[in-house]
């Protein structure tokens, strides 16, 4: 009797926070097909009568106001976080995935300090470094180019990939290694057949999550970057125009700018498999 | 034996982690065909030295000669060593057949002929069923016979094996003890193989290595170890049940030196030089004969616990005095409390310093002449 009552509280609770978390998305999907005067409309109404001019309006830049024409530059914005994510995971990975195997595998002097230094580089809130950042970058000519942004969104990428992946090569015993070096092959070889295969899903998972956080990232554009320059995050504000803000264009934007990172992640759910290297060592 | 061609020469390696000396210039030999035992305690560094042997040890200092070559400054994938690891070390993310294949694609061989080679040592090791499984679904039995099969398959020179039985089940280890021997003769390798466990060194061991802290401390033939271990924690770990070590001061007598132990005047056929110095007697269990009445020569004791092994019980006395002292016995033991009189083999009785702990050579060289 009470286990039933428990069940039942239990799917309440659950119901609740999904509702929760998934009302604000699900009313943005909403909002996207729908016409500013819809959206403002007071009482609101759920009689929706689907538009696809929020979309249109995106993908053809062209943007119809009360106070005229404006040009919308999202498909630009989209490429720009298209590119920047994928230029700063790869180059983090690149840096990253030797890094990490390094302090998984050495002791070598100073190596938890450089770690940790690196980790510490996500406590520091962006906003501490970026005035000095910019002032270097004008000076650097780094200032609103694409090599500056990539190199920056290394404060967000770099120290994940790093300490994820690290501990996936911890994971695996270095037994492993041995015994293909033992067979013949040679160091690199050994890196590249045996550890990182087994590292496949932290590196995944670590790529997918700096990924989000390279898309995601606001404030370091916002500063670092001009018009031509800015990701779908910066590039959203524009939408706050002097004859309104453009709730449905918004709407729209976040949807599309949703979508990459949705397929991304569902594309590599199946590298995410953990339990690759169960009952291979014993002990 | 440094002049030996073939086989394995281990010339003073030496294995420190900073401050931390895990192996004080260990030397070994090992013939083609032979098999020495490395025999140790947990922490002793048996598997340290296997490592240094294989080239996985940066740390590693002192020579290793592989079949005349010295390959002390080679990396592992130029040694021609095969290696059992303890904890099996397949690849997870192969199939068992690629697993044994590896040290075949790392010579580069044609594809058929690794086919067959891996097929043939698969059939010799009962595993041809399982090839195309992974790791991951094999039993334990069946991935330790993978991982020999990929240390085997290659043929090496040398064949390495950090304790292979460790993880397996009472039954299977026993299969394996019955058959390693005759694989690794017909391997032909120069074979170490680690244990802790006494019985898979007298089993399978031409020779046997004792490494303790680090040190290497005896090596001999199994029997010889067995019966006159070169020091009291060698006597302590080679044995099940341990060897009995009774305080005791030598006297000189008319042929050897007389000692008072459990009760009794034993005389023992040994050097007197050795007479008067504090001393440890060593006796065996089976060297202590146990009667349920008084005997002459035979000195009394209260039974106090008895644990039946399958065709023998060990059984622990307590003579007047409180020595405690194991004994071994075939058949059903007396009940425990009950009075027993027992009377050691003084032939077959060692003596070790008492502060050195070591095996008193004058003393061991009757013990060899005795055996």
């Not at chain 2, 290696?83 to 068992?96: G, I, R, S």
């Not at chain 2, 040994?270 to 007697?281: F, K, N, Q, W």
């Amino acid at each position: 009797m009470s286990d039933q009552v428990f069940r039942v509280l239990r799917g309440v609770a659950l119901l609740l926070v999904v509702v929760f978390f998934l009302f604000p998305i699900a009313w943005i999907l909403l909002m996207s097909f729908e016409t500013n005067e819809q959206i403002l409309q007071i009482p609101p109404t759920l009689a929706v009568h689907p538009t696809l001019a929020n979309y249109v309006a995106l993908l053809s830049g062209k943007l119809q106001t009360a106070s005229g024409t404006l040009d919308v530059t999202f498909l630009g914005n989209l490429w720009n976080s298209v590119l920047l994510s994928v230029c700063s995971v790869a180059l983090a990975l690149l840096l990253g995935v030797p890094a990490a195997y390094a302090f998984a595998r050495f002791r070598f002097r100073g190596g938890e300090n450089i770690a940790f230094t690196l980790l510490s580089f996500r406590f520091a809130p962006p906003l501490l470094v970026l005035l000095p950042l910019l002032l270097y970058f004008q000076d650097l000519g780094l200032a609103n180019t694409y090599v500056g942004l990539i190199w920056v969104y290394q404060l967000i990428c770099l120290p994940l990939i790093l300490w994820i992946v690290r501990g996936y090569f911890e994971d695996a015993s270095p037994d492993i290694e041995y015994a293909y070096r033992v067979d013949g092959h040679s160091w690199w070889s050994g890196f590249t057949k045996i550890a990182l295969p087994l590292a496949a899903p932290g590196i995944a998972s670590a790529g997918l999550l700096s990924f989000i956080f390279a898309w995601n990232n606001f404030v370091f554009a916002l500063v670092l970057a001009s018009a031509d320059k800015q990701p779908v995050t910066v590039g959203a504000l524009a939408f706050v125009t002097a004859s309104g803000i453009q709730y449905g264009i918004i709407a729209a934007a976040i949807v599309l700018s949703i979508l990459p990172t949705l397929a991304l992640a569902l594309y590599a759910q199946r590298w995410l498999v953990e339990g690759l290297s169960l009952g291979a060592v014993k002990g | 034996m440094s002049g030996m061609v073939d086989g394995l020469a281990v010339r003073d390696v030496r294995v420190a982690f900073g401050k931390t000396v895990a192996l004080h210039g260990a030397s070994l030999d090992v013939a083609p065909g032979e098999t020495l035992v490395l025999f140790g305690p947990s922490g002793a560094g048996k598997t340290v030295l296997l490592r240094a042997i294989a080239g996985l040890d940066p740390n590693a200092t002192g020579q290793v000669v592989v079949a005349g070559r010295d390959v002390s400054s080679a990396g592992p994938e130029h040694r021609n060593i095969g290696v059992a690891f303890q904890n099996f070390a397949l690849y997870p993310h192969m199939p068992a057949y690629e697993n044994i294949a590896s040290p075949l694609h790392a010579r580069r061989l044609p594809a058929a002929e690794i086919k067959a080679r891996v097929e043939r040592i698969a059939a010799l090791l009962k595993i041809s069923h399982v090839l195309g499984q992974q790791p991951r679904a094999l039993s334990n039995g069946q991935k330790q016979r993978t991982a020999l099969a990929r240390a085997l398959v290659g043929e090496p020179k040398i064949l390495l094996m950090d304790d292979p039985l460790r993880n397996v089940d009472a039954k299977l280890r026993y299969e394996m003890r019955m058959e390693l021997p005759r694989l690794l003769r017909r391997s032909g390798a120069a074979s170490i193989y680690v244990t802790q466990d006494y019985r898979e060194a007298m089993s399978l061991g031409d020779r046997v290595a004792v490494l303790i802290e680090g040190h290497v401390v005896q090596t001999d033939h199994p029997e010889q170890v067995y019966d006159a271990p070169a020091s009291i924690a060698v006597a302590r770990l080679f044995g099940d049940p341990p060897l009995n070590l009774v305080p005791c001061r030598p006297q000189a007598g008319n042929d050897g030196v007389r000692v008072r132990a459990l009760g009794l005047d034993l005389g023992l056929p040994v050097d007197p030089a050795v007479a008067g110095r504090e001393s440890l007697l060593g006796l065996r269990p089976e060297d202590i004969a146990l009667f349920r009445e008084a005997q002459p020569g035979a000195a009394p004791a209260t039974l106090e616990v008895a644990t039946p092994l399958h065709e023998k019980t060990v059984v622990l006395l307590r003579t007047p005095d409180g020595q405690e002292v194991l004994a071994s016995m075939n058949g059903a033991a007396p009940a425990p409390g009950a009075a027993v009189w027992i009377q050691p083999n003084a032939g077959r009785a060692l003596l070790y310093d008492a502060g050195t702990g070591l095996l008193d050579r004058r003393a061991a060289r009757v013990v060899e002449a005795a055996a």
